[in-house]
């Protein structure tokens, strides 16, 4: 019996070793060099496979970078602390200090919309929204069930009063949420400049429509094309920005306050 | 002799299918079926795994299990031998085939334990093979695996362009399609009264 054991436990430590040596010589045989840049780009990236950059795996985003494949700021999660690093690694120089951010252009918290409704379905935006367009009056504006911030990877989304706040320090311009408003009233924009403003409405209905509907949407007075020299503009009643053009913006605190429903924002 | 060879084979590949008449393997089956190309590699790998599993087992089986009196290792000693050629054929893919090597992802090491190459053993042992008839066995099995993957692989890539209803979406109708699979197979059942 004893013996038996001692055949078994040296027969398996035999096979063992026999298949360690093959394997270790097979090893050495067969061994490919992997390229040091891509581990070295690997580790300044995030790691979280997001897909933002075009890739399906942050490795092979390191792969296509090494071979000088890709652009150096596709990496949108990791933001301008990974983008610099890249361009050390790599000798590429960047523009410093542009940050890109999600904005939600809908500003009627859940006090400021009126609703029409009652709505008892899934607690989704989308639900809601298929739902004869949801429970509020306006067709355009936010629903408020928050499916942007459960989309969020980095948790940069709170729902205050029904509206979401976008955190932007944590903010990394993944468009995820983008993707999933069924509104469509977020958009990522760089903020090029501390004057940077947007419309917080992205109601398409005339003037007396939308004030019917909301108290902060935007009715399409046109003030603001008058105060900006037309860096605001109106058209399919609702005010427009030409983004580029804030920078040269004069009386930016003007055409936020002579605004009537106060419907523009300043991203500070 | 050979007619018991190409019987032997012919079991293997069609009318004992390991995938469609014993289920075995349904992981890879199922994972590396969406793409012909893909197939077509995992398939070669496992065909290769498999022959050479099936000889290196039959001598180990033999020459030192039975020598010394100790059959019952043979699953232990079975597994040692089936992820250490694993592990050399995924070392021989990353080498001279990178882009295969990178479509098969996790279902290459997944071989290692894939029981389609485990019960391939058990089953030539079990029906007391000798040695050539074990690599034949091998192959046949091997051949089966891939035919079984690039049937499947066809039907997929078909089935892309299918308006497939919603419920039976994605894993539902992957399991379906290889259900009608094996009972078409069961049609080749009478080939070989054996």
């Given at each position: 019996?004893?013996?038996?054991?001692?055949?078994?436990?040296?027969?398996?430590?035999?096979?063992?070793?026999?298949?360690?040596?093959?394997?270790?010589?097979?090893?050495?045989?067969?061994?490919?060099?992997?390229?040091?840049?891509?581990?070295?780009?690997?580790?300044?990236?995030?790691?979280?496979?997001?897909?933002?950059?075009?890739?399906?795996?942050?490795?092979?985003?390191?792969?296509?970078?090494?071979?000088?494949?890709?652009?150096?700021?596709?990496?949108?999660?990791?933001?301008?602390?990974?983008?610099?690093?890249?361009?050390?690694?790599?000798?590429?120089?960047?523009?410093?200090?542009?940050?890109?951010?999600?904005?939600?252009?809908?500003?009627?918290?859940?006090?400021?919309?009126?609703?029409?409704?009652?709505?008892?379905?899934?607690?989704?935006?989308?639900?809601?929204?298929?739902?004869?367009?949801?429970?509020?009056?306006?067709?355009?504006?936010?629903?408020?069930?928050?499916?942007?911030?459960?989309?969020?990877?980095?948790?940069?989304?709170?729902?205050i009063n029904g509206l979401p706040k976008i955190d932007k320090n944590k903010c990394t311009a993944c468009e995820k949420c983008v993707i999933v408003c069924p509104r469509n009233i977020i958009s990522v924009?760089?903020?090029?400049?501390?004057?940077?403003?947007?419309?917080?409405?992205?109601?398409?209905?005339?003037?007396?429509?939308?004030?019917?509907?909301?108290?902060?949407?935007?009715?399409?007075?046109?003030?603001?094309?008058?105060?900006?020299?037309?860096?605001?503009?109106?058209?399919?009643?609702?005010?427009?920005?030409?983004?580029?053009?804030?920078?040269?913006?004069?009386?930016?605190?003007?055409?936020?306050?002579?605004?009537?429903?106060?419907?523009?924002?300043?991203?500070? | 002799?050979?007619?018991?060879l190409i019987l032997i084979f012919i079991a293997a590949s069609i009318t004992h299918n390991i995938v469609l008449t014993y289920f075995l393997g349904i992981c890879p089956f199922i994972g590396v079926s969406?793409?012909?190309?893909?197939?077509?590699?995992?398939?070669?790998?496992?065909?290769?795994?498999?022959?050479?599993?099936?000889?290196?087992?039959?001598?180990?089986?033999?020459?030192?299990?039975?020598?010394?009196?100790?059959?019952?290792?043979?699953?232990?000693?079975?597994?040692?031998?089936?992820?250490?050629?694993?592990?050399?054929?995924?070392?021989?893919?990353?080498?001279?085939?990178?882009?295969?090597?990178?479509?098969?992802?996790?279902?290459?090491?997944?071989?290692?334990?894939?029981?389609?190459?485990?019960?391939?053993?058990?089953?030539?042992?079990?029906?007391?093979?000798?040695?050539?008839?074990?690599?034949?066995?091998?192959?046949?099995?091997?051949?089966?695996?891939?035919?079984?993957?690039?049937?499947?692989?066809?039907?997929?890539?078909?089935?892309?362009?299918?308006?497939?209803?919603?419920?039976?979406?994605?894993?539902?109708?992957?399991?379906?399609?290889?259900?009608?699979?094996?009972?078409?197979?069961?049609?080749?059942?009478?080939?070989?009264?054996?």
């Amino acid at each position: 019996m004893n013996s038996n054991v001692a055949i078994s436990i040296l027969t398996m430590a035999g096979l063992g070793f026999f298949f360690a040596l093959v394997l270790a010589f097979v090893s050495r045989k067969l061994k490919v060099k992997g390229n040091p840049l891509v581990e070295k780009i690997e580790e300044i990236l995030p790691g979280v496979n997001c897909g933002a950059c075009g890739f399906t795996s942050c490795r092979q985003y390191a792969e296509a970078l090494a071979k000088g494949q890709a652009p150096i700021d596709g990496c949108k999660a990791g933001g301008n602390a990974v983008l610099c690093a890249l361009a050390g690694i790599l000798g590429k120089e960047v523009k410093e200090g542009l940050k890109k951010l999600a904005i939600v252009h809908c500003g009627a918290d859940a006090s400021s919309r009126k609703k029409k409704a009652i709505y008892n379905g899934i607690k989704t935006c989308k639900a809601a929204g298929n739902m004869m367009g949801g429970e509020i009056v306006c067709r355009y504006g936010c629903l408020g069930y928050g499916d942007c911030r459960d989309a969020c990877p980095f948790d940069a989304i709170t729902i205050i009063n029904g509206l979401p706040k976008i955190d932007k320090n944590k903010c990394t311009a993944c468009e995820k949420c983008v993707i999933v408003c069924p509104r469509n009233i977020i958009s990522v924009e760089e903020i090029t400049t501390k004057n940077f403003m947007y419309v917080s409405c992205s109601s398409l209905e005339k003037g007396a429509q939308t004030r019917k509907a909301c108290s902060v949407g935007c009715i399409a007075c046109g003030l603001c094309q008058k105060f900006s020299g037309s860096i605001f503009f109106v058209k399919d009643n609702l005010a427009h920005v030409q983004y580029n053009k804030l920078a040269d913006i004069k009386n930016k605190d003007e055409v936020i306050t002579k605004c009537p429903t106060k419907c523009i924002t300043l991203v500070n | 002799m050979i007619l018991n060879l190409i019987l032997i084979f012919i079991a293997a590949s069609i009318t004992h299918n390991i995938v469609l008449t014993y289920f075995l393997g349904i992981c890879p089956f199922i994972g590396v079926s969406k793409k012909i190309d893909q197939a077509l590699g995992m398939g070669a790998a496992t065909t290769f795994v498999m022959t050479l599993a099936a000889m290196v087992t039959w001598l180990i089986y033999h020459f030192v299990l039975i020598r010394f009196g100790l059959p019952f290792l043979q699953y232990a000693a079975f597994i040692i031998v089936i992820a250490s050629l694993v592990q050399i054929v995924e070392m021989f893919m990353r080498k001279f085939s990178p882009p295969l090597y990178r479509a098969l992802g996790i279902y290459l090491p997944l071989i290692t334990t894939n029981c389609a190459i485990l019960g391939l053993t058990l089953f030539m042992v079990m029906r007391d093979y000798n040695f050539l008839e074990s690599v034949v066995f091998g192959v046949g099995s091997g051949a089966g695996f891939t035919l079984a993957l690039l049937i499947m692989a066809g039907i997929r890539e078909d089935l892309e362009c299918c308006d497939v209803p919603k419920i039976f979406q994605g894993a539902a109708i992957t399991l379906i399609i290889a259900g009608f699979l094996a009972l078409s197979f069961m049609g080749f059942g009478g080939l070989i009264s054996k």
